[in-house]
């Protein structure tokens, strides 16, 4: 079973600029959730989707950050202008329900913005 | 929200020693899951366990959700087992939201 998939795995940005990040998740697997994991700190969720509906995302900073999962299958988040504090990995992770699951993350895109 | 702890926060061993790692929770949770964070990043789940106990080869894991605390030993410990390990928990009060969060992590280092 193909697990997880995100890309690119690094990416290199000026502040001010966008990036966007794509994940793919587990075959079946009905939610997805993105998390942003700065260095030396556990990951910490943004949203997620159940479905092609956002279920959560109180922790996304919505002035900058947007997302969105297109048939219920990819993902892709957005971060438009960056700033220096977006450097960080972000997680994309996937559960075949919601909630009380287990969750299987993908490699993970590590952001530097400069 | 709910109020993940872990310890100890970092751990050195030699390789073959045992350890114990804890998880301490300020909520009753319903979903709690243990992941090893290996030196390359990749967040890989240990275990899924709420409550009880399971094992898996030299990895074990006890959560007694009355009284709020999680267990993870590791047994004979390999090189191979160094990185970060996380406790993430969902707490049940949390209505809708049913967000994992994570604790601060347990960094083991195994020498060899």
């Known amino acids: 079973e193909a697990g997880v998939a995100q890309s690119p795995r690094y990416k290199i940005i000026e502040k001010r600029q966008s990036v966007a990040f794509w994940c793919n998740p587990i075959s079946g697997h009905a939610t997805l959730y993105w998390y942003q994991q700065i260095l030396g700190q556990g990951p910490k969720l ?29 993902s892709t988040l957005k971060i438009q202008p960056a700033k ?5 990995v972000y997680l994309c992770a996937s559960s075949y329900r919601w909630g009380a699951d287990t969750q299987y993350f993908g490699p993970g895109t590590r952001l530097t913005v400069l | 929200g709910i109020q993940v702890e872990q310890s100890p926060p970092d751990l050195i061993l030699q390789e073959g020693a045992n350890s114990t790692l804890r998880c ?16 390359w990043g990749q967040l890989i789940n240990l275990f899924y366990i709420p409550s009880g106990t399971k094992q898996n080869g030299r990895l074990s894991a006890t959560t007694v959700a009355t009284e709020r605390y999680s ?11 160094s990185g970060v390990y996380f406790c993430a928990v969902a707490s049940i009060s949390s209505g809708s939201a049913r967000q994992l969060t994570f604790g601060s992590g347990t960094q083991l280092t195994v020498l060899p």
């Open chain 1, 46 to 74: 943004l949203i997620q989707f159940q479905n092609n509906g956002v279920v959560d995302d109180s922790q996304l900073p919505k002035d900058r950050f947007s997302a969105e999962r297109l048939k219920g299958v990819d």
């Open chain 1, 84 to 88: 220096l504090e977006d450097s960080a």
């Open chain 2, 24 to 39: 301490n929770f300020s909520d009753s949770v319903n979903n709690l899951q243990w992941f090893h964070q290996n030196p």
């Open chain 2, 71 to 81: 267990l993870l030993y590791i047994s004979s410990s390999q090189t191979t087992d």
